[in-house]
């Protein structure tokens, strides 16, 4: 039988109000859940109402969970930054991982695009030859994120 090809998909938005702890700590209890059973990695980044989340798993069901996500009214100006194929999960001991991020880290992730001022896409030259998912999977060690 053949192993299903890994896909990834990496993607900002904007929260419509910015999210309390114990909203973030609802979203991530649902999401983990959701994607533990649904055979879903990833990482969630959160900074000031602004959101980048990475998803992995096979291409049914993570084109799935990004419909889902798109019409969500909870956040807005979702913008798909990065998708395709895999060679191996990144992010396989997270469900979903999470980490609060401070803005200046937040903004120097290739391909963050500042929604408020129209900027373009960001570029991170000392990992200009990193795919966006590959420059999120150095981004977090274990220890700074939240399982």
Known sequence: MLTPVLYHLVYQSSATTPLREDELTALLTQSRAWNQSHDLTGLLLYCDGNI????????????????????????????KLSDGPIQGR??????????????????????????????????????????????????????????
Request: net charge negative; glycine share 6%; aromatic share 12%.
């Open 90 to 147: 990144n992010f396989s001991q997270w469900s979903m991982g999470f980490r609060a991020v401070n803005p200046a880290a937040f903004q120097r992730l290739a391909g963050y695009q500042n929604l408020e001022n129209g900027s373009h896409l960001a570029t991170y030259s000392e990992n200009s030859n990193l795919s966006l998912h590959d420059l999120l999977s150095s981004f977090v060690t274990q220890d700074e994120v939240y399982r």
């Open 52 to 79: 980048m989340q990475v998803l992995e798993g096979t291409e049914e069901e993570v084109r799935y969970i990004f419909r889902r996500i798109e019409v969500d009214q909870r956040h807005f100006g979702v913008t």
